[in-house]
């Protein structure tokens, strides 16, 4: 999202101007699976030969970015942590200086980075990405929330760019009827895309992966 600063005297103009990596936000409530996505995302990603980096929100910890640089899927400087505060979606919409800056760190630390994936910290169904955050944003709900949760038709099931219904295999543990869930989800959003996860056992994430590609790196998977 970076435009390029300056062109020296002489310098042709480029055809268009550098804009960065593209910036996805992964939002949703507490628990419903944001940080198990993204670890799934990045070796699909990097199977892909995306090029990318992360950001994660915690309230006043850095316990996701500490959880991903473990794994040890990506180099350590290349997950930041965000610390949110006690209102997670002021940093991600309201005023989101914090993540804007670390992007931009991103961005200027790794030339060539393609894609900035930003886990937002757990929330309520009200919680929206600004855009001027993120290119394109996932909403990640998780069936052992309840298969009434798309009925309610808060503001991140709605506006998405992405609806993941995570934990798709706890379904008749929790006595949820997931087709019809899926189904409800897919009405109330108007039939824009909605994919269901399995993140334990990476079911459904390629199809994730294919969806950030597809939409903000002009990319087939
Ligand atoms: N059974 C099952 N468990 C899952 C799945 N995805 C995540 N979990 C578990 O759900 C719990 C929460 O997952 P996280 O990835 O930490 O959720 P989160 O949304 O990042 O949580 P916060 O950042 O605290 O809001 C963990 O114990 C995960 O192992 C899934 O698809 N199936
Ligand atoms: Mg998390």
Do not use: Y
Not at 54 to 76: Q, W
Not at 123 to 151: K, Y
Not at 210 to 220: H, M, P, S
């Amino acid at each position: 999202m970076m435009t390029q600063a300056s062109i020296g005297a002489g310098t042709p103009l480029a055809a268009a101007p550098w804009r960065g990596a593209a910036r996805v936000g992964i939002g949703g409530p507490v628990g419903s699976g944001k940080t198990a996505l993204l670890e799934r995302l990045i070796p699909h990603l990097h199977a892909r030969g995306v090029d990318l980096a992360v950001i994660t929100n915690d309230l006043v910890t850095h316990e996701d970015a500490e959880r991903v640089r473990r794994t040890g899927l990506l180099p350590v400087e290349r997950v930041l942590a965000v610390e949110a505060g006690a209102c997670p979606h002021t940093v991600i919409r309201e005023d989101p200086t914090l993540n804007i800056e670390a992007a931009d760190s991103l961005d200027r630390a790794f030339p060539g980075l393609e894609l900035i994936l930003i886990e937002s910290g757990g929330d309520n169904l009200a919680s929206t990405f600004s855009l001027d955050l993120v290119d394109w944003w996932i909403f990640v709900i998780d069936v052992a929330g309840g298969d009434d949760i798309p009925r309610k038709r808060g503001p991140g099931v709605i506006r998405a760019d992405l609806l993941v219904v995570n934990k798709v295999d706890l379904h008749a543990h929790v006595g949820v009827d997931l087709p019809r869930m899926l189904a409800e989800a897919s009405a109330v959003r108007e039939g824009r895309p909605v994919l269901g996860t399995n993140c334990r056992a990476d079911v459904g994430v390629d199809a994730v992966a294919d969806a950030i590609c597809a939409a903000v790196l002009n990319r087939r998977g």
